[in-house]
Each structure stands twice: as structure tokens, then as C-alpha cells.
């Protein structure tokens, strides 16, 4: 029902746009009309026209005649390297809070104009002026949300209430972890008790062993496999974002949430500007538009995420109304936002990565390690890394020498039947 | 005359020796100024010095390739050998069905291999019902190395087929007349004459194999790690574009010298088959 | 013994096509899963075709795949005809082994070399910074595209008989005409393999896709890979769904139509 009224409301929007919210400035507004606005967000970012709810993009280009043309990518650091490979560019895109502040570092980002933007009045204190943007210049809040544990109750034992549930060996092969360091080397600091943003190759080399230890239960490395695996019973044990657990849930009862005791990682997504944006001020009617109370509902609930917008959380409406997984109470629990780290700590968090990723369990040294926090173990890991490499080393050696025996054989045959 | 029809193939070629020198020869070098430079563009060698690092990935994605090529040779041949015995109008449809799969993207198809490969997935259920244990098949080595061949068998049916479809059968036929049994005629004649096909067939698919990313991410749950994955990782996530130059400068002259080894085995001037 | 063939040959297919199978089931899941099968329900076929993302980059991909299958065979069958008359030596091997290189070259190599390049003819000589687009994909996509059209066409033409042409030429065709009226004919069948190869590989590839495309062109894979944070919903199953039987029909047209002509020509004979 209130679905349809929003596209009754949206509707009448766009009946009616002279009338409406462009009081101000129509006259720059109307000089945007044919013009282009290329847009970068996340896959399946923004509400599409699926199952009748609204379809931003259409209704944007309806309202105020501009083409939208919008892409997708898959994670931060992808968007980042196309745009910094100088390709490419585009005037609005919504990037999660570490890599504004990177990308504001970069000066790649430009400053928003909020008197275009009134809409922000929707962006209660709390969203506002965080960590990333302390001067908030430069980016509008578009979700918030949490990394969570999802569990199936019909796999657990008990509802696990920490992380370490991830190095549980009862779940052997039943747990799954993010395939991006950032957020997997997250859960290892969080165990540990550190900072995420903390500039020690010590602290992160701790962090890395314990993603190494984690090996012992051979947990699967996913991005989106999760819901499959979730939904069909697959693996017990995986974290990841708070809002995907209820897109989850609709096709598998079973599944669970819980935000672990050692803390967890808190994201802002938010929409910018880049820097050399030839369209601004459409990119700012766009941002604007983003949060339209009517608009930022049907991706709040399109996206599931939780919404910084006041006008959608306080609307008794919203399908996700004072949801507590989306929205719990303030303080129940550590949360922590990354930053932006230095290029020498980003070098070496990926070779510590690269490292897990390839890292072979030496045994049950899980115990003696799992608070260690000392990188090597010593001599295993070196020994294990080894011993991968000698076992295919010496398949491909048997199987060149096979190669070359025939080739041998088949010269010394030619040879001898010459002779005969 | 001669001379003037040399001048005239040159001019007919030449769009595409300046297509190739632009954009095969120039983007190599490009490969390897990055290899030997660092982010701001000084020269170093620090590239190549982590590359010993990499080198369980990179025996491990040589071994899966050359497992996967056989087992597509394996299975490839006796298919070839099969559809090339039809009439033309069956041959015709068989490599349509051949090539048909490929019309979908590779994504959703290795993307529907989970669903079947998973512990609860199709055939595990299936297996369930005729009262057998389920198999542990997803997230193994296995696994990826499934895939691969699944992605890439096409490559090898197509080539061995097109060459056994030219196959002069008056050949076969007097190595038969000569006396030769099944195994005799296979070993003598079918096969040595199919060599062309099956060389470009196993250049086809090992070259893909050992340089795919995809596949080993969503079949083999994230453990194991191809190079193609630390190359993509060194491009996408760490924007390490010099490391990730690095890694695929040696993965490409390790193909090169594979290649030339292949060739070897083929006459002619080292030309592929289709 | 043929029991076994025709077992063996079913096998392979059903391996080859199993997957596709449970594309196409799942395409009629009636919730969002691709692993749990809960009810039949038309509503992603529903959806997809409303879907203005999906069905743009559809199109992109096609478009794409049309434009580069055709330039590649063109430029590639006359480089064919060229390289033909070379002679040996090692102008045409190297020709030969540079031909060689988009395919004995990792995929992820040659998008990202690719990639390096345009960006730096972008910045340097077109001094944009949006060099990357549908020109840059065009031109990734006819690359790698050439070898196979060049490697189907040269056996081709190495089967005609040379003095086809020169005796047509002698007859008083001029080059031109005796290459069109004579030569293509005959490799034909080489020309058309070759488009079709091109047409499949452009429309598949993913790998040099991602590394060359640029704003307003996603193709489909590209668009499937952008959504690997949230998921792979059913929609773009339905998606598959639809292209696979498209080209199924499209392929059973065509096949009836050649057998046609097939039969025509031997008539005529």
C-alpha cells in the first residue's frame, strides 16, 4: 500500500514540477534540461522499478529532463583504480567512508555546494561531519550500516555471541569470510582488540596471523556467494552486512544475526562529486534528489541498508521502521569506521593478504596462536608454504619428464628404424 | 608483375600491420615499462624481486592448467572423432551445440556450476536420493579444475574437429586395407594427422586456464589462488598497477616458451587451427 | 560400439549443458534465490524486461559484438589475402607470430596492457580524461578478434586454387572484381566461421571488457561482475534464458535456411 502511494506522490511530483521544490533557482535548473549526469554507484544501489517500487534514475530524468547515465561497480577499490587509471569520468559516486577520505587526500573529490543541496536538512548531527569529511564538504550521507554475524540456528550448537565463532572448529568447512582484506583483516583486529586504522605493521601482521589461524577451519572466501550459501544451508557461520541478512532471511527462516561482543565495522556510504565534474550543479540536484523523503524510502528499502535520512527512519511507514538489526540503540555495542590508511600500510595489508590467501595450515597450533599475535609460526608456515610448493613442483616436474621420455623415445625410435 | 603483386598484398595487409603494431606490439611495452618502474615512476627492480613470492601460485595455476588441458584433450578427441564421422548436416549441428553454451556469459554459467557442485546442490541431492553420501565436491581443487574445463572444452573440440573433418579418408581406408586393426589405424594415422588440431587445441585451452581468475574464486571458495587472481587483485584492489605489470610479464613469457615448445611439435609456421 | 558413441557424446553434452539447465530453472524461481528452488513463477521474466539497466547493457553487448565481429573480419580477411601472397621470410613471420599474440596472451594481460595504452593516448595526445568508451572497447574487442578470423580464412584460401583468379583476371576481370566474383566465394565458409567465432568471443568476453570500458557502455558481464557485493539475483537468469532460446531459434532458422540453399546449388549442378 504505501508503496503505491509513493508512486501516487511520485506521480503527482511529476505532474506538477514547476510547482513543486524548485521555488528556488528554476530558472539554472531549466538551463539542465538535455544535459548529461553520469553517475558511479554500487550494483544493485539504487531502487530500479522492481516490484513497483519507484525507479529513481526514470524519475529523475522525468522531473528535471537530464539523461542519467549510471554504472555500476563492485567494491571501493575498483571505482577507485578506474578512476584513477584517468579513463574515465563521471560527476556523482558513491563511495564508503575510508575511501572519501582517500579520495578527498587525492584531491579527487569536489567540494558540494549545500545551499544546492536543501534536502540535507534530512541528515541529522549524528551523519554528519564524521571522521572522513570532518568539515562535511564533500559528501552527503546515502546509507549506514553494519558488518553483522549471520548464522543458521538449525547449524549452530549455540548462538554465537563473538567472532571467534569464525575459528570455531566444530564448524570446519561450514564458515565463511569476506574475500576482501578490509574487511576480513576488520573481524581479526576486532578479536584482538585494535584499532582498525592502525598505522603498526606489528598490529597488522598480528591481525594477519590470526586470519592464517583461521585456516585450520577451511573457511570458503566469498563476496556474493554468501547468499547462496546461506539460503541453502550450505555454511553455518558468515559475516557480513547488516541489511543483506534480511534479503537472506526471505529464503531461508533459519537464518540469524547478531552484532559480535568484540565490536564491529561501521560504513557510510555517501554521495560525491568529482573533482572536473562538467555537469555540478546537475550532480548536486541529483544529490539533492537522493534525498527526497519519498525517493530516499524506496532505496531504503530497495537496498535494505539503514538510512542516514531522518525523514525515512522516523516513518512509521518504512518497512524497516525501528528494525533493530538496521537501527539498534546507540552504544549497545563497539563500533568502528575505517579510515583512510597510509599507501605504506595499504602496500602492506595486501601482501599480508596475498600471504593468508595462500597460507596452508601447519596443524593445531590453533590454541598457542589464537592470542599470540606473533607472525610466524616458527618454521610452519614457512615450512607449510614450502611443502605446497614442492608438491606441485614436482607434479609439473613428472609430467615435464614424461613429455620429454616420449620425445626421447620417439627420437631413439626414429633413429633405430633409420638404421634398419 | 611479381613485384608489383608483392606491393599490392602489402597494401591489402597493411590496415591490419598497423592495427597489430598499435595495438598488440605497443600495449606490450607498455607491460614492460611497468614492470621495471615504481609508482612514481622511477626504475627498479623491486617488482621482480617479489615475484619469488608468488611462486606456489604460480606452480599451482601451471599444474591445474596443464590437468585441465588433458582432461579436455581426454575428453575432446574421442567427441571430435564422433562428430566427424556424421553427415555434413549433423557435423554442422553438433558444432553449433558445441559453440551455443558460450553465447551466455561465463559468469552466470560458472555461476549456475555452484548451485550444482554445492553439498546441498542439485547432484548432491540427486545422490541423496539414490540413497548415496553426499560428495564433497565445491571448494576443491577439483573443483576449479572443473570449471576450467567446463569454460574452456570448446576450445579443444572445435580445432581437433575441424582438422579430423578435412582428414583425407582414402588414408584411412588403406592403413585399414593394409591390415591395420582399430587400435593400429587410430594410432598411425588418425591420430598423427589430427596433431594441428590438437596442438591449437591445447594452446587454446591451457593459455586460458592458467591465466583465469573467475572461476577459482567462485568454485574453489578463495583458496586457491591463481595467478590470474593475484594479477586481477594487483589491479583492481591494490591499484599496484607495477607488481600486478610484473606478474604478467612472467606469466606471459612463460606461455611464450610453452608455446614455442608446443609449436615445435607441429609443423608449418606455427599457426593455429579453428 | 555405437551405443558407446552415442552414450559418450551424450555425456559430454550433458555436461556441457547442465549448467544451463539450472540457469534455466532457476529462471522460473519464484523468490530471489539461486540455489533453493521455492515455486514456479514468470515474475524475473517479468521483470527483466522492464529493466532498463539489464536491457541496456543487453543491447551495449550486442551492439558491440555486431560491430566488432565485422570490422575483425573485414580487416582480417584482407590481411588474409595478403599475407597469402607474402612470401617466406621473415617479414610474414614475424606477421605470423605477432598474429599469434591475442591468443597465446592471457586475457588479463592483454585488457590491462590495453588499457595502460589508451589511457596513455588519452592523456597524452587527446589530452581527455575519458578516453575510455565504446571506441576503446571497439578497438579491444577487434584485436583480439583478428587472430581467429585471420587463422579460419588463411587454410581457406591456401585450398583455393591460385590460378582461379589469374585465370579470371586473364578473362579480363580487373583484381578487384576476380577477388569478389572468384576468391571470396571459395573461402567463404572460412570468412563466415571466423565472423561467427568473433561474434561468440566479443560477446563472452568479460576480462578485456572490464579493463576498457568507460562511462554510459557496461556491456552485460560487466553489469553481472558490478553486482558481486549484493547478488546475482534470477532476473539475470531470465536474462540468459531469453538469449540462449533467441539464438537457439536463430541458429535452427539458420540452419534450415542453408540446407535450402544447399539443396538449390545442388540442383543446380
Same mark, same amino acid.
Request: hydrophobic share 50%; with cysteine; proline share 4%.
Given at each position: 500500500?504505501?508503496?503505491?502511494?509513493a508512486?501516487?506522490?511520485?506521480?503527482?511530483?511529476?505532474?506538477?514540477?514547476?510547482?513543486?521544490?524548485?521555488?528556488? @533557482?528554476?530558472?539554472?535548473?531549466?538551463?539542465l534540461?538535455?544535459?548529461?549526469?553520469?553517475?558511479?554507484?554500487?550494483?544493485?544501489?539504487?531502487?530500479?522499478?522492481?516490484?513497483d517500487?519507484?525507479?529513481?534514475?526514470?524519475? =529523475?530524468?522525468?522531473?528535471?529532463?537530464?539523461?542519467?547515465?549510471?554504472?555500476?561497480?563492485?567494491?571501493?577499490?575498483?571505482?577507485?583504480?578506474?578512476?584513477?587509471?584517468g579513463?574515465?569520468?563521471?560527476?556523482?559516486v558513491?563511495?564508503?567512508?575510508?575511501?572519501?577520505?582517500?579520495?578527498?587526500?587525492?584531491d579527487m573529490?569536489?567540494k558540494?555546494?549545500?545551499k544546492?543541496?536543501?534536502?540535507?536538512?534530512?541528515?541529522?548531527?549524528?551523519?554528519?561531519?564524521?571522521?572522513?569529511?570532518?568539515?562535511?564538504?564533500?559528501?552527503?550521507?546515502?546509507?549506514?550500516?553494519?558488518?553483522?554475524?549471520?548464522?543458521?540456528?538449525?547449524?549452530?550448537?549455540?548462538?554465537?555471541?563473538?567472532?571467534?565463532?569464525?575459528?570455531?572448529?566444530d564448524?570446519e568447512?561450514?564458515?565463511?569470510?569476506?574475500? %576482501?582484506?578490509?574487511?576480513?583483516?576488520a573481524?581479526?583486529?576486532s578479536?584482538l582488540?585494535?584499532?582498525?586504522?592502525?598505522?603498526s605493521?606489528v598490529?597488522?601482521?598480528a591481525?594477519?596471523a590470526?586470519?592464517?589461524e583461521?585456516?585450520i577451519?577451511?573457511?570458503v572466501?566469498v563476496?556474493?556467494?554468501?547468499f547462496?550459501?546461506m539460503?541453502?544451508?550450505?555454511?553455518a557461520?558468515?559475516?557480513?552486512?547488516? @541489511?543483506?541478512?534480511?534479503?537472506m532471511?526471505? %529464503?531461508?527462516?533459519?537464518?540469524?544475526?547478531?552484532?559480535?561482543?568484540? $565490536?564491529v565495522?561501521y560504513?557510510?556510504?555517501?554521495?560525491?562529486?568529482?573533482?572536473?565534474?562538467?555537469?555540478?550543479?546537475?550532480?548536486?540536484?541529483?544529490?539533492n534528489?537522493?534525498?527526497?523523503p519519498?525517493?530516499?524510502?524506496a %532505496?531504503?528499502?530497495?537496498?535494505?541498508?539503514?538510512?542516514?535520512?531522518?525523514?525515512?527512519?522516523?516513518?512509521?511507514d518504512?518497512?524497516?521502521?525501528? %528494525?533493530?538489526?538496521?537501527?539498534?540503540?546507540? $552504544?549497545?555495542?563497539?563500533?568502528?569506521?575505517?579510515?583512510?590508511?597510509?599507501?605504506?600500510s595499504?602496500?602492506?595489508?595486501?601482501?599480508?593478504?596475498?600471504?593468508?590467501?595462500?597460507?596452508?595450515?601447519? @596443524?593445531?597450533s590453533?590454541a598457542?596462536? =589464537?592470542? @599470540?599475535?606473533?607472525?610466524?609460526?616458527?618454521?610452519?608456515?614457512?615450512?607449510?608454504?614450502?611443502?605446497?610448493?614442492?608438491?606441485?613442483?614436482i607434479?609439473?616436474?613428472? =609430467?615435464?619428464?614424461l613429455?620429454?621420455?616420449?620425445?626421447?623415445?620417439?627420437f631413439?625410435?626414429k633413429?633405430?628404424?633409420?638404421?634398419? | 608483375?611479381?613485384?608489383?603483386?608483392a606491393a599490392?598484398?602489402?597494401?591489402?595487409?597493411s590496415?591490419?600491420?598497423?592495427?597489430?603494431?598499435?595495438?598488440?606490439?605497443?600495449?606490450?611495452f607498455?607491460?614492460?615499462?611497468?614492470?621495471?618502474t615504481?609508482?612514481?615512476?622511477?626504475?627498479?627492480?623491486?617488482?621482480i624481486?617479489?615475484?619469488?613470492?608468488?611462486?606456489?601460485?604460480?606452480?599451482?595455476s601451471?599444474?591445474?592448467?596443464?590437468?585441465a588441458?588433458?582432461i579436455?584433450?581426454v575428453?575432446?578427441?574421442p567427441l571430435?572423432?564422433?562428430?566427424?564421422?556424421?553427415?555434413?548436416?549433423a557435423?554442422?549441428?553438433?558444432?553449433?551445440l558445441?559453440?551455443?553454451?558460450?553465447w551466455?556469459?561465463?559468469?552466470?554459467?560458472?555461476?549456475?556450476?555452484m548451485?550444482?557442485?554445492?553439498?546441498?546442490?542439485?547432484i548432491?541431492?540427486?545422490?541423496?536420493?539414490?540413497?548415496?553420501?553426499?560428495?564433497?565436491?565445491?571448494n576443491?581443487?577439483?573443483?576449479?579444475?572443473?570449471?576450467?574445463?567446463y569454460?574452456?572444452?570448446?576450445?579443444?573440440i572445435?580445432?581437433?574437429?575441424?582438422?579430423?573433418?578435412?582428414?583425407?579418408?582414402?588414408?584411412?581406408?588403406?592403413?585399414q586395407?593394409?591390415?591395420?586393426?582399430?587400435?593400429?589405424?587410430?594410432?598411425?594415422?588418425?591420430?598423427?594427422?589430427?596433431?594441428?588440431g590438437?596442438?591449437?587445441?591445447?594452446?587454446?585451452v591451457f593459455?586460458?586456464?592458467?591465466?583465469?581468475?573467475?572461476?577459482?574464486?567462485?568454485?574453489?571458495?578463495?583458496s586457491?589462488?591463481?595467478?590470474?587472481?593475484v594479477?586481477?587483485?594487483?589491479?583492481q584492489q591494490?591499484?599496484?598497477?607495477?607488481?600486478?605489470?610484473?606478474?604478467?610479464?612472467?606469466?606471459?613469457?612463460l606461455i611464450?616458451?610453452?608455446?614455442?615448445?608446443?609449436?615445435?611439435?607441429?609443423?608449418?609456421?606455427?599457426?593455429?587451427?579453428? | 560400439?555405437?551405443?558407446?558413441?552415442?552414450?559418450?557424446?551424450?555425456?559430454?553434452?550433458? #555436461?556441457?549443458?547442465?549448467?544451463?539447465?539450472?540457469l534455466?530453472?532457476?529462471?522460473?524461481n519464484?523468490?530471489?534465490s539461486?540455489?533453493?528452488?521455492?515455486?514456479?513463477?514468470?515474475?524475473?521474466?517479468?521483470?527483466?524486461?522492464?529493466?532498463?539497466?539489464?536491457?541496456?547493457?543487453?543491447?551495449?553487448?550486442?551492439?558491440?559484438?555486431v560491430?566488432?565481429?565485422?570490422?575483425?573480419?573485414?580487416?582480417?580477411?584482407?590481411?588474409?589475402?595478403?599475407i597469402?601472397?607474402?612470401r617466406?621470410g621473415?617479414?610474414?613471420?614475424?606477421?605470423m607470430?605477432?598474429?599469434?599474440?591475442?591468443?597465446?596472451?592471457?586475457?588479463?594481460?592483454?585488457?590491462?596492457?590495453?588499457?595502460?595504452?589508451?589511457?596513455?593516448?588519452?592523456k597524452?595526445?587527446?589530452h581527455?580524461?575519458?578516453?575510455?568508451?565504446?571506441?576503446?572497447?571497439?578497438?579491444?574487442?577487434v584485436?583480439?578478434?583478428?587472430?581467429?578470423?585471420?587463422l579460419?580464412?588463411?587454410p581457406?584460401?591456401r585450398?583455393?586454387? !591460385?590460378?582461379?583468379?589469374?585465370?579470371?583476371q586473364d578473362?579480363?576481370?580487373r583484381?578487384?572484381?576476380? #577477388?569478389?566474383?572468384?576468391?571470396?566465394?571459395a573461402?567463404?565458409?572460412?570468412?563466415?566461421?571466423?565472423?561467427i567465432?568473433?561474434?561468440?568471443?566479443?560477446?563472452?568476453?568479460?576480462?578485456?571488457?572490464?579493463?576498457?570500458?568507460?562511462?554510459?557502455?557496461?556491456t552485460?558481464?560487466?553489469?553481472?561482475?558490478?553486482?558481486?557485493?549484493?547478488?546475482?539475483?534470477?532476473?539475470?537468469?531470465?536474462?540468459s534464458?531469453?538469449?540462449?532460446?533467441?539464438?537457439?531459434?536463430?541458429?535452427?532458422?539458420y540452419?534450415?535456411?542453408?540446407?535450402?540453399s544447399?539443396? !538449390?546449388?545442388?540442383?543446380k549442378?
Amino acid at each position: 500500500m504505501k508503496k503505491i502511494s509513493a508512486v501516487l506522490l511520485a506521480l503527482v511530483f511529476a505532474l506538477l514540477p514547476l510547482n513543486c521544490a524548485l521555488a528556488a @533557482g528554476d530558472a539554472d535548473i531549466e538551463a539542465l534540461r538535455g544535459t548529461k549526469l553520469y553517475v558511479y554507484n554500487w550494483g544493485e544501489y539504487i531502487s530500479d522499478g522492481e516490484d513497483d517500487a519507484l525507479d529513481v534514475n526514470a524519475e =529523475f530524468e522525468k522531473r528535471y529532463g537530464i539523461k542519467v547515465i549510471y554504472d555500476t561497480y563492485d567494491n571501493n577499490e575498483v571505482m577507485y583504480s578506474k578512476l584513477k587509471s584517468g579513463g574515465v569520468s563521471y560527476d556523482v559516486v558513491i563511495p564508503s567512508d575510508y575511501m572519501i577520505e582517500r579520495m578527498i587526500a587525492e584531491d579527487m573529490l569536489e567540494k558540494i555546494d549545500y545551499k544546492n543541496i536543501p534536502n540535507f536538512k534530512y541528515i541529522p548531527e549524528k551523519y554528519r561531519h564524521l571522521s572522513f569529511d570532518p568539515a562535511n564538504e564533500y559528501s552527503v550521507p546515502y546509507t549506514v550500516s553494519y558488518v553483522g554475524l549471520i548464522y543458521n540456528t538449525k547449524m549452530v550448537k549455540e548462538a554465537p555471541v563473538s567472532w571467534k565463532a569464525l575459528w570455531d572448529t566444530d564448524y570446519e568447512n561450514q564458515i565463511l569470510m569476506f574475500n %576482501n582484506p578490509r574487511d576480513a583483516f576488520a573481524i581479526a583486529q576486532s578479536i584482538l582488540g585494535m584499532d582498525y586504522n592502525m598505522e603498526s605493521d606489528v598490529a597488522w601482521r598480528a591481525a594477519a596471523a590470526l586470519l592464517k589461524e583461521q585456516k585450520i577451519v577451511n573457511p570458503v572466501y566469498v563476496n556474493d556467494e554468501v547468499f547462496l550459501k546461506m539460503e541453502s544451508g550450505e555454511a553455518a557461520l558468515a559475516p557480513y552486512y547488516a @541489511g543483506d541478512y534480511f534479503l537472506m532471511k526471505e %529464503n531461508n527462516e533459519d537464518l540469524a544475526f547478531v552484532y559480535p561482543k568484540e $565490536g564491529v565495522n561501521y560504513f557510510v556510504d555517501a554521495a560525491c562529486i568529482l573533482k572536473g565534474s562538467k555537469n555540478k550543479r546537475a550532480a548536486e540536484l541529483y544529490i539533492n534528489f537522493l534525498n527526497e523523503p519519498d525517493i530516499a524510502l524506496a %532505496n531504503a528499502e530497495y537496498i535494505c541498508y539503514g538510512s542516514p535520512n531522518e525523514a525515512v527512519y522516523t516513518n512509521p511507514d518504512y518497512e524497516l521502521y525501528q %528494525n533493530e538489526v538496521l537501527y539498534p540503540e546507540e $552504544g549497545a555495542f563497539k563500533t568502528q569506521l575505517f579510515r583512510n590508511l597510509s599507501p605504506e600500510s595499504l602496500a602492506l595489508m595486501s601482501t599480508l593478504w596475498d600471504d593468508v590467501k595462500n597460507y596452508i595450515p601447519a @596443524g593445531n597450533s590453533y590454541a598457542a596462536l =589464537f592470542f @599470540g599475535g606473533e607472525d610466524n609460526i616458527p618454521g610452519a608456515d614457512a615450512e607449510k608454504m614450502t611443502a605446497e610448493t614442492v608438491k606441485y613442483a614436482i607434479y609439473i616436474g613428472i =609430467f615435464l619428464l614424461l613429455v620429454i621420455a616420449f620425445l626421447v623415445f620417439r627420437f631413439l625410435r626414429k633413429r633405430y628404424r633409420e638404421r634398419v | 608483375m611479381n613485384r608489383r603483386s608483392a606491393a599490392v598484398s602489402r597494401l591489402i595487409a597493411s590496415p591490419y600491420i598497423v592495427w597489430a603494431a598499435l595495438f598488440i606490439i605497443a600495449p606490450l611495452f607498455f607491460v614492460v615499462y611497468y614492470s621495471f618502474t615504481n609508482s612514481a615512476g622511477g626504475f627498479t627492480l623491486l617488482n621482480i624481486q617479489t615475484l619469488p613470492k608468488y611462486l606456489p601460485t604460480f606452480l599451482r595455476s601451471i599444474w591445474f592448467g596443464i590437468v585441465a588441458t588433458l582432461i579436455c584433450l581426454v575428453i575432446a578427441f574421442p567427441l571430435a572423432y564422433y562428430i566427424s564421422q556424421k553427415s555434413d548436416k549433423a557435423q554442422r549441428t553438433f558444432v553449433l551445440l558445441i559453440m551455443l553454451p558460450m553465447w551466455m556469459s561465463f559468469l552466470i554459467r560458472t555461476y549456475s556450476w555452484m548451485a550444482l557442485l554445492q553439498d546441498t546442490g542439485i547432484i548432491n541431492t540427486f545422490l541423496g536420493k539414490l540413497g548415496i553420501d553426499p560428495i564433497h565436491m565445491i571448494n576443491t581443487g577439483g573443483a576449479v579444475i572443473l570449471g576450467m574445463v567446463y569454460n574452456f572444452l570448446p576450445y579443444m573440440i572445435l580445432p581437433i574437429y575441424s582438422v579430423m573433418a578435412k582428414l583425407d579418408y582414402s588414408m584411412v581406408e588403406a592403413c585399414q586395407d593394409l591390415g591395420g586393426n582399430g587400435f593400429n589405424v587410430l594410432r598411425r594415422c588418425i591420430i598423427p594427422m589430427s596433431i594441428p588440431g590438437v596442438v591449437s587445441g591445447i594452446t587454446m585451452v591451457f593459455v586460458p586456464s592458467v591465466s583465469t581468475f573467475y572461476i577459482s574464486q567462485k568454485l574453489g571458495g578463495g583458496s586457491f589462488d591463481l595467478i590470474g587472481d593475484v594479477i586481477e587483485r594487483q589491479f583492481q584492489q591494490s591499484y599496484n598497477y607495477n607488481l600486478g605489470a610484473a606478474l604478467s610479464l612472467v606469466l606471459m613469457v612463460l606461455i611464450v616458451i610453452s608455446m614455442a615448445i608446443m609449436n615445435h611439435f607441429s609443423e608449418g609456421e606455427g599457426e593455429m587451427i579453428i | 560400439m555405437k551405443i558407446f558413441n552415442r552414450v559418450y557424446a551424450f555425456l559430454v553434452f550433458l #555436461f556441457l549443458y547442465a549448467p544451463i539447465l539450472v540457469l534455466l530453472l532457476f529462471s522460473f524461481n519464484s523468490t530471489t534465490s539461486t540455489s533453493v528452488f521455492a515455486g514456479f513463477s514468470m515474475k524475473w521474466y517479468n521483470l527483466i524486461l522492464h529493466d532498463a539497466t539489464a536491457i541496456t547493457a543487453l543491447r551495449n553487448t550486442v551492439l558491440l559484438a555486431v560491430c566488432s565481429a565485422f570490422l575483425a573480419t573485414v580487416i582480417g580477411t584482407a590481411a588474409s589475402v595478403g599475407i597469402e601472397k607474402f612470401r617466406k621470410g621473415a617479414f610474414r613471420t614475424a606477421v605470423m607470430s605477432t598474429t599469434n599474440i591475442p591468443m597465446t596472451n592471457p586475457e588479463i594481460v592483454t585488457g590491462v596492457s590495453m588499457m595502460l595504452l589508451f589511457v596513455f593516448i588519452g592523456k597524452s595526445i587527446l589530452h581527455t580524461d575519458s578516453v575510455l568508451g565504446f571506441g576503446t572497447m571497439l578497438i579491444a574487442h577487434v584485436t583480439f578478434n583478428l587472430p581467429y578470423v585471420i587463422l579460419t580464412v588463411l587454410p581457406k584460401l591456401r585450398q583455393t586454387d !591460385k590460378n582461379l583468379a589469374e585465370a579470371a583476371q586473364d578473362l579480363g576481370c580487373r583484381p578487384v572484381s576476380a #577477388f569478389f566474383k572468384v576468391v571470396l566465394p571459395a573461402i567463404m565458409p572460412g570468412v563466415l566461421t571466423g565472423l561467427i567465432m568473433s561474434f561468440t568471443l566479443s560477446l563472452d568476453d568479460f576480462i578485456i571488457s572490464y579493463f576498457t570500458s568507460g562511462p554510459g557502455f557496461q556491456t552485460l558481464p560487466i553489469v553481472i561482475f558490478s553486482m558481486t557485493k549484493k547478488r546475482v539475483k534470477p532476473d539475470m537468469y531470465a536474462l540468459s534464458a531469453i538469449i540462449f532460446v533467441s539464438i537457439l531459434v536463430l541458429l535452427i532458422i539458420y540452419n534450415i535456411v542453408q540446407q535450402k540453399s544447399e539443396e !538449390k546449388t545442388n540442383k543446380k549442378m
